[in-house]
């Protein structure tokens, strides 16, 4: 009956709504630049034991921009309950600007090299 009751709270936990966001571009860049969304990365970030310094706000603000002319930005956000839950740091190349506008095409992973 455990193994019940056990199977039965994931599904409830699996079932929670949750919101994941995909921006693009320009939006990534007001985003970046909005004072509430870095303090609530920077909580994630802090929150999470296995961390790297590559999914932190400065290394992934900081690519963006350094990259600004090669690559667009895309980042999925996924928030619960109006509190910021992940985020994944991906980016389009440039030359795929038709498709990344569209929300389309091959991303990679920020600071994949």
């Known amino acids: 009956m455990e193994n019940v009751i056990s199977a039965y709270d994931n599904t409830l936990l699996i079932n929670q709504s949750k919101q994941v966001d ?4 320009d939006q990534v860049y007001a985003l970046l630049d909005n004072a509430g ?5 920077n909580r994630l970030y802090n929150g999470c034991a296995w961390a790297t310094a590559f999914q932190s706000w400065e ?3 900081s690519w963006y ?15 619960h309950e109006g509190r910021l839950t992940g985020l994944l740091a991906l980016a389009i190349h440039a030359s795929d600007k038709a498709n990344a ?3 389309q ?3 990679g992973f920020v600071g994949a090299g």
Do not use: D, R
């Not at 969304?37 to 990365?41: I, L, S, T």
């Not at 350094?66 to 928030?79: D, G, Q, R, T, W």
């Open 105 to 107: 095409g091959s991303v």
């Open 59 to 61: 290394f992934i603000a």
């Open 65 to 79: 921009h350094v990259f600004k002319s090669e690559y667009i930005p895309v980042l999925l956000k996924s928030e």
């Open 101 to 103: 506008e569209n929300k």
């Open 22 to 25: 995909l921006l693009v571009g």
């Open 37 to 41: 969304f870095k303090e609530a990365w």
